[in-house]
Structures are given as structure tokens and as C-alpha cells.
């Protein structure tokens, strides 16, 4: 018998990982530099040049640039900037060159080790997170092209939410950014920075993006101090968007691939971003499923295949703040710089929480430069009833102020998006014979009296007596909304 069909398109994701590893380098210090006597700091900025899916895995690469803050001899700071490359590969069934991959890298800790005076090994924790997706449809049984009267069927409705479209897009920001006092700065030391959404509107197959990139910048004063100091660079950006309609709920999320931020003569900053977008648009369907089927005349035979519906949707945005009191165990003249970087969500029976990675640079009262490091857990509070979520963006800021004299308070508070998984599993009908040539067996009665004890849906019933819900409602007076019966005597009205 032919089949009716529900249809869904969607964007599949078929790998969503986040992995955390360790690249590590040596490096001599140049003959221009004077001896190192000790690590004052170390800082990592991620370059990520390439995620190119092949067959059945995603090859990632890129460099990162480290920039290692030492104390010489004499005293002071100087700088090196020490590059490392890496080459990651993320292995997935499914992938192929058509695939679309979305890859963010971050730099979750960066440390150095001094070797000899002249010779160093500095070492870059990253955290590569990597979902590809591919396009999909979906073919459901929702019915029947031809009824002969005597085949009934029972339909379950359910409601999911699906990834319709998904869309991966490139762009640059380049600008030059004024910073109010400029003359007392030397030069930039280390820059960090996020891309921040304020408004995506979909119109006529086109989205348009506004928001800003918040650059943390920490300067060398000419006084050789160290401070920060941060600026917005704006932006808007419309990218084509084939598939996406006015009114599907969008969610974006952004991959800072390079920054590069340099203090001129002139006073401004040059400030060069790449960056990856993605906009993924949802779409509820309604879905009426054939659950079950049986005819009142012959026996029939059915084909059912099992299917997951990758059912989610995105989550009100999320505010998460922790603290923490660390003792470093000198007196604190100077907070100079922190730091906090995403590791990890860690989704526990109890609780859900992102692990973020925190450094201080702080300046004692022996006007030497030391840097801490702490993971600090951030809790979050997720709507009653939420299973299983995934990370889909974060933002981050962090603050630190001295206690007393040799402790540092470290503040944190976010906003971070999520998506929620509620995947459909559903038995498909896929196929229905009916055997014309066998009567189902008669029986000998017309109606039949029984006691349900243990309750039982009408459906169950109908069918196993080979009759129609209908009728076992008729019979029994029990209104439309009867779907099942229990400690009660029923007639059953039989062929």
C-alpha cells in the first residue's frame, strides 16, 4: 500500500567535539636579549588559518603566538615572542568535502619554563572545539494514499525543533581605534578580544548582523609599567543566506580566527580581526505519525525502521558569576592584568557548570612582576526539566581587586548561550502489505463483555478483538477523549 510522507529538511550535525591539548616548544633566547632570571608572565593568542573537511575527518591547523614576559638580569621586563605551530585532525563518520565545519580554537593556558639562562620551553594548552554539519531530509509515514474503510491506524503528534539551515560565513574587520591619553603608552603587550552580537535580523534571504569586538588590551606604559586598558571596534555585516526565512529563529555564533592589534606612531591602534559566523535558523514542525495499524478484514504485515529526529533548541540566554579569594603571599601594589578563559562545561547529575581559566599579572611591592593561575567554576542554573545542553556561546568578564595586603579577589560574571537536545526517537513505518487472500478469523459472537482490570489503552483492545475504538466508545457511552480503561466492565462490539 502506498504511503503518505511528512517531510523535514535540516541541517544534521554529525560531529560536535571539544578537545584540549598541549603544544610545546624550546627557544633560545636572541643574543640581543640579556639572560633570563626568572618567568613573569606568558601569553598565547591563537591563529587559526585552516579547517578543511576531507573524507571522513577535519583537518585543523594554525600557529599560536606566544609571548613569554621574563625578568632579566638587572631587573625590568622584557619580551619575547615565540611562534608554534599545530596540526590538529578531528576524525567523524559522514564527513566529506561538502561538509560544513565550524572550528574555534582558544588558548586555555600558556606557560614557559626556564631551561638555562639562554634557552626556554613554553608550552600552549588548546582548547579546539569542532561541529560539522551536513544537509539532511527526513521522510516520515504519516498515512495512507489509498483506505479501503476497514484499515485502522493510530497517530501520535509530535513537536520538534529543528536546525533548518545552517550557514558558515567569513569576515574582516579592519580599523584604526583612538585611545584617550595615548602619549603615556610604549607599546601593546598582549591583545585579546570577542565578538559580541547586539541585533541579527533575517530579511528577503539576506542576515544582517550587528555588534561590536570588545579588544582587552594589555599596554606597556613609557614609564615600563604595565597596564590595561580595552576599546570596541563596531561592526555590521550582511551575508547571504539561501534557505532561511523571515521568520526562523536564528542563532549565531562567532570564531575569532586572528587578531592583530599594534600601536602606532600616530597615536592610534591598527586593529585587524578575522573572524567565522555561524547562523543556524530553527524550525518547529508539527508532525502526525502513523504509530500503529491493523485491519478489520485481513492480517497485514508492516516494515518499521527506527529514526532520530535531532530535535533542540536554543535556550534564553544565561548570566552565571563566580568568586574567589587567592593569597599570593607578598603585598600587591599593582592588579596589571586578568584574564579568563573558557575550558570546558561540565555537565554533572547535581549541577552544570563552565570551568573557566583565570590569570592575574600583578605587580608586588618590590616593583617585580608575578602572574597566578586558577580554574574557577562558574554554576549554571538551567530550566527544570533540561537534559542535555550544548554550548553555543560565551561571554566573559573579569575582575580583580586586592584584600588586604597579599590576596587577590578574582570576580567573574558571564551570558552564555545554549542549546538544548530533545531528540525524537520514533519506530517509521516504511512499508504495509495486506494479505487479501487470508480472512482474519470470524468470531463466533457479536459482542463481547469484559473486565479491564490493569489499565489498558482502547486502541489495544480494539485491535485484538479486531473491532474499532469507535465502537468500543459507542457501546460504552465513553466520550472522545476516553484513550484508555481500567477497572471497568466493557462491551465489545466484534465482527
Known amino acids: 500500500m502506498e504511503l503518505t510522507k511528512n517531510t523535514v529538511t535540516l541541517s544534521r550535525l554529525i560531529l560536535d567535539t571539544w578537545n584540549n591539548y598541549e603544544e610545546t616548544t624550546d627557544a633560545i633566547v636572541p643574543d640581543t636579549f640579556p639572560d633570563i632570571v626568572r618567568i613573569a608572565a606568558v601569553y598565547g593568542s591563537p591563529q587559526l588559518k585552516d579547517d578543511a573537511p576531507q573524507s571522513g575527518r ?10 613569554v614576559l621574563y625578568v632579566p638580569e638587572g631587573g625590568g621586563l622584557r619580551r619575547l615572542d615565540i611562534p608554534i605551530s599545530f596540526a590538529h585532525i578531528e576524525e567523524g563518520t559522514g564527513i566529506n568535502e561538502d561538509s560544513q565545519p565550524f572550528v574555534s580554537c582558544r588558548v586555555v593556558a600558556a606557560d614557559a619554563h626556564v631551561m638555562n639562562s639562554r634557552k626556554l620551553s613554553v608550552t600552549a594548552t588548546l582548547s579546539i572545539s569542532c561541529r560539522v554539519f551536513v544537509p539532511d531530509s527526513l521522510c516520515l ?19 520538534v525543533t529543528v536546525p533548518a539551515a545552517v550557514h558558515r560565513r567569513e569576515f574582516t574587520l579592519m580599523d584604526d581605534v583612538n585611545l584617550t591619553d595615548f602619549s603615556r603608552y610604549a607599546a601593546i603587550t598582549a591583545a585579546r578580544g570577542e565578538l559580541r552580537l547586539s541585533d541579527c535580523r533575517l530579511m528577503n534571504g539576506k542576515a544582517v548582523l550587528k555588534g561590536d569586538a570588545a579588544l582587552h588590551l ?3 606604559t613609557t614609564d615600563g609599567l604595565l597596564e590595561n586598558t580595552d576599546c570596541v571596534v563596531p561592526f555590521t555585516q550582511i551575508f547571504e543566506v539561501e534557505g532561511m526565512t523571515d521568520n526562523q529563529q536564528v542563532c549565531v555564533s562567532f570564531s575569532l580566527r586572528h587578531l592583530d592589534a599594534e600601536l602606532r606612531e600616530d597615536g592610534l591602534i591598527g586593529v585587524g580581526i578575522g573572524a567565522s559566523v555561524l547562523l543556524t535558523a530553527f524550525e518547529t514542525h508539527t508532525l502526525q505519525l502513523v504509530s500503529d495499524v491493523y485491519h478489520l478484514e485481513h492480517p497485514v504485515r508492516t516494515e518499521t525502521c527506527p529514526v532520530t529526529v535531532p530535535s533542540c533548541h536554543p535556550l534564553a540566554e544565561l548570566g552565571c558569576e563566580a568568586s574567589e579569594t587567592i593569597p599570593v603571599g ?26 573557566m581559566m583565570v590569570c592575574v599579572v600583578y605587580r608586588a611591592d618590590d616593583g617585580e612582576y608575578y602572574s597566578i593561575h586558577r580554574a574557577v567554576h562558574m554554576p549554571l542554573s538551567l530550566p527544570d526539566g533540561t537534559r542535555e545542553v550544548r554550548l553555543n556561546g560565551m561571554q566573559c568578564r573579569a575582575a580583580a581587586t586586592v584584600s588586604g595586603e597579599d590576596s587577590v579577589v578574582l570576580s567573574l560574571s558571564g551570558r552564555c548561550g545554549l542549546l538544548c537536545d530533545e531528540p525524537l526517537q520514533v519506530n ?13 478469523p470470524s468470531s463466533p459472537v457479536s459482542v463481547i463483555l469484559r473486565y479491564v482490570d490493569t489499565e489498558e489503552r482502547l486502541w489495544d483492545i480494539a485491535k485484538s478483538y479486531r473491532t474499532t475504538v469507535e465502537a468500543i466508545r459507542q457501546a460504552n457511552q465513553l466520550s472522545t477523549d476516553h484513550l484508555s480503561a481500567q477497572s471497568q466492565m466493557l462491551l465489545i462490539p466484534v465482527q
Open 428 to 440: 517509521d513505518l516504511t512499508a504495509l502489505t495486506i494479505d487479501e487472500t487470508t480472512a482474519a
Open 141 to 159: 509515514t504519516s498515512g495512507f494514499a489509498q483506505d479501503d474503510g476497514h484499515l485502522e491506524q493510530l497517530t501520535a503528534t509530535h513537536t
Open 330 to 355: 607578598m603585598k600587591i601594589a599593582q592588579i596589571a592584568d586578568i584574564s579568563a578563559v573558557l575550558d570546558t562545561l561540565i555537565r554533572e547529575p547535581a549541577r552544570t557548570v563552565l570551568r
Open 218 to 220: 594589555l599596554v606597556e
Open 58 to 67: 577535519v583537518l585543523i591547523s594554525g600557529s599560536v603566538r606566544m609571548t
